[in-house]
């Protein structure tokens, strides 16, 4: 499936056409709309359940509402497919490999209708708070209404938002789809509550909105456009804050996704070609199942060993099933990262042994509480890196800046592992010592097994591991480009026949002085190959040290910045992380 004939999509442009249509209309072009979502998904990949559940919402939306003049706010922007495809951007989902400009996320470089570029969760209640004072200051008058899902609303940022927003005193609108799932199920005593209030249609006396000082609408046939127009209506211009409170189906129209609607959050491209989902089914040996089989076996010796994760189970292939066998020894926190960090801390400080697994792109989320919270109480937890990197993602998910981040926190100790023998050792240390608070890059770009027992020391702080001794030229490879090194070694010695020593550095927080020390007497170049962004990272601390030196340091990573969805081998061109252009490089200095 490439290109989808619509009737009522066809001549949707604008808003200003969905408000011409009639109600059975309507009702067709929520099909058309779920063909083109499903369409796009199969094609490109992307966020489908979440997307499938707020069909009805957004048509009735756009119906009552006057985007781009009212604004509406996406929180994380992964229900946004249907508003772009009424915002004149139907084509990326009609035929999404003719348009592949239109991104995943809300974007306002895409459209007037988009106000921000949001991937991350929890931000929209914050963001549209200060759309609306920046509003009220100026003295202007619309509608500004802010989408956020159950999920999202553990996040802190959601609660402060909703704190600060109540208190406006003049328009503002929540729209709440409650569909009973974050990306797994929901934990915690709030969703305890969002039951009570779905059970008593929104008439229960414990009504968290309220407590907050918000009027408060409950809309149980969230998927049905007639209702969500009426209760649209009612709130339209309303002269304080209101929560709209609406039950929808998440993956409504897509069967499998209605059933199963863990899995079905987000999806491969490819899944209709195969009638099933293309994310199940057995992983092959990966750090992923490795990770999960240790931390199994470990916990059966060890019961106070904890698995914590932030509301992204799928990542780490926590699946249900998985879930289950940790049992009381596994903690979902939700949306709430800072939690989460401070949890381990916590745990870590009264004996629990706690193994909070992350993806890169959300630990940025927990700055303080890496830096307040657990490092500066030295409090020995183990957090687990996941995706950190160079990617062809989009710009609110890039695995760049954790080695920035986290490694320039005093007390904390950041480890990158190069294969599977290593990554077991610092895993099995992390978990077992009690004297530093220690992160692990968890390898993104290679499954490497050396078949060889790695037996270091982890406790002797920032000790490379010499691999081969060479001379000239000294390559240092981080992680997951240790394996880079080595190309780049076979490289420089068939290019310029030259010798170089090949340094597996595993410490990302420290330096080897002695080591070092010990290149000055016969290297003339140094070279750092780092799997992130090179401002601030791992390959910086190694020039700094030979600053007063005569020794030259190429440093290769990425360069800082925000790329959406460039090839990885674009990337890796532009950055010269090949073994070719780096021996160039080489060639040029010397």
Not at 76 to 102: A, W
Not at 128 to 149: C, H, P, Q, S, W
């Amino acid at each position: 499936m490439t290109t989808i004939e619509t009737t009522v999509l066809a001549n949707i442009n604008s808003p200003q056409d969905v408000k011409k249509l009639s109600l059975e209309e309507m009702n067709i072009l929520a099909g058309e709309i779920r063909k083109g979502i499903l369409n796009r998904v199969n094609l490109v990949g992307g966020h489908l359940g979440p997307d499938l559940g707020i069909v009805e919402a957004t048509i009735a939306m756009h119906y009552v509402f006057n985007s781009p003049v009212d604004k509406f706010i996406f929180d994380v922007s992964h229900q946004c497919y249907p508003h772009k495809m009424l915002t004149g951007r139907k084509d990326g989902f009609l035929n999404p490999l003719e348009h592949p400009e239109i991104s995943g996320y809300s974007n306002q470089n895409e459209s007037e209708h988009d106000h921000f570029m949001i991937g991350h969760t929890s931000t929209s209640v914050t963001l549209a708070t200060g759309v609306a004072k920046a509003r009220d200051l100026k003295g202007e008058n619309y509608n500004v209404i802010a989408l956020i899902g159950d999920g999202s609303l553990t996040g802190g940022e959601a609660m402060e938002g909703l704190n600060n927003a109540s208190v406006l005193g003049s328009n503002f609108i929540i729209i709440v789809n409650d569909n009973e799932m974050s990306i797994a199920e929901n934990h915690g005593g709030l969703y305890e509550h969002l039951k009570e209030l779905r059970e008593s249609n929104g008439t229960c006396a414990n009504n968290w909105f309220k407590a907050f000082g918000f009027d408060y609408i409950y809309v149980e046939q969230g998927n049905d456009i007639q209702t969500l127009i009426n209760a649209f209506n009612q709130v339209k211009n309303i002269d304080h804050p209101v929560v709209v409170h609406i039950h929808t189906l998440k993956g409504k129209g897509y069967e499998p996704a209605e059933k199963d609607k863990e899995p079905w959050h987000w999806s491969v491209p490819g899944f209709l070609d195969k009638s099933e989902n293309s994310n199940g089914g057995e992983m092959p040996e990966c750090y992923e199942t490795l990770t999960n089989n240790y931390l199994l076996e470990k916990i059966k010796r060890d019961k106070t060993v904890i698995p914590i994760c932030a509301g992204t189970p799928g990542v780490f292939w926590w699946n249900k099933e998985y879930r289950d066998k940790l049992g009381e020894n596994y903690t979902d926190v939700g949306i709430a990262e800072q939690h989460a960090v401070g949890y381990a801390s916590g745990l870590a400080r009264n004996g629990a042994k706690p193994v909070f697994a992350v993806m890169t792109s959300f630990i940025q989320r927990a700055y303080d509480q890496l830096s307040q919270d657990l490092a500066l109480n030295n409090s020995p937890a183990t957090i687990l890196v996941y995706w950190g990197g160079i990617s062809g993602a989009d710009c609110t998910h890039l695995g760049l800046f954790d080695i920035p981040l986290i490694a320039n926190i005093p007390n904390i100790v950041y480890l990158a592992p190069s294969c599977k023998e290593e990554y077991l050792r610092m895993l099995d240390w992390s978990i077992e010592q009690t004297q530093y608070s220690v992160a692990i890059r968890v390898p993104t770009f290679n499954y490497v097994s050396t078949g060889v027992e790695d037996k270091t020391d982890y406790s002797i702080l920032n000790k490379y591991s010499l691999v081969e001794k060479g001379s000239k030229v000294a390559i240092i490879g981080l992680g997951d480009f240790f394996e880079l090194g080595k190309s780049v070694k076979e490289e420089l010695k068939s290019k310029l026949n030259i010798n170089a020593s090949l340094i597996n550095p595993k410490f990302i927080t420290g330096v080897d002085s002695e080591l070092l020390d010990g290149l000055k007497a016969d290297h003339e170049i140094v070279i750092t190959l780092e799997n992130g962004t090179l401002d601030g990272g791992f390959g910086e601390k190694i020039a700094r040290y030979y600053g007063n030196s005569g020794m030259k340091v190429l440093n290769y990573g990425a360069n800082k910045e925000f790329n959406d969805r460039v090839p990885l081998d674009e990337l890796l061109q532009r950055y010269h992380l090949t073994k070719e252009l780096i021996a160039d490089d080489v060639a040029k200095l010397l």
